[in-house]
């Protein structure tokens, strides 16, 4: 419901100039399709690099001991830090908004879209992935 409210009838509420202004603006400079094109774009590239960056820690990490969870939590963190620091920085100027659309933004895309692909994957590797913080409670791997 806040989807649709977001996207159809009540998406000027949703803009930064109706955010800034109370004012409700509709331009829409751009293409869609130059704006798709880009995003998978910056996803592959960016998905490719924290990819290597999780081989790279994975080498550098494997004779000091450290658990190999920490380089999947130092690639996630990299990965989320752009989100983060944006929201800090809206949350500094007060604009609860943009702080709000990109915590849900967040959120859903690892709810729609990470948890259901990582699924895939082990189902098709035919391993079994625990959703759950074994971690904390036996050494066990999480995907078995």
Known sequence: ??????TTSH??????SYAETGVAGHGHP????ASIVLLVVAVIIIGLLAEVMAK????GLAESGV???IAAVVVAFISASPEILTAV????????????NIALGASLST???????????ALFEGKNIIMALSWLTDSGPAIS
């Open 1 to 6: 419901m806040l989807l649709r409210s977001q």
């Open 11 to 16: 998406s000027y509420f949703f803009s930064y």
């Open 30 to 33: 751009g293409s869609a399709h």
């Open 56 to 59: 790279t820690l994975d080498a």
């Open 67 to 69: 658990p190999p969870n």
């Open 89 to 100: 920085r809206a949350a500094i100027a007060n604009r609860m908004q943009p702080v709000v």
């Open 111 to 121: 709810v729609i879209l990470t948890v259901p692909i990582m699924r895939g994957l």
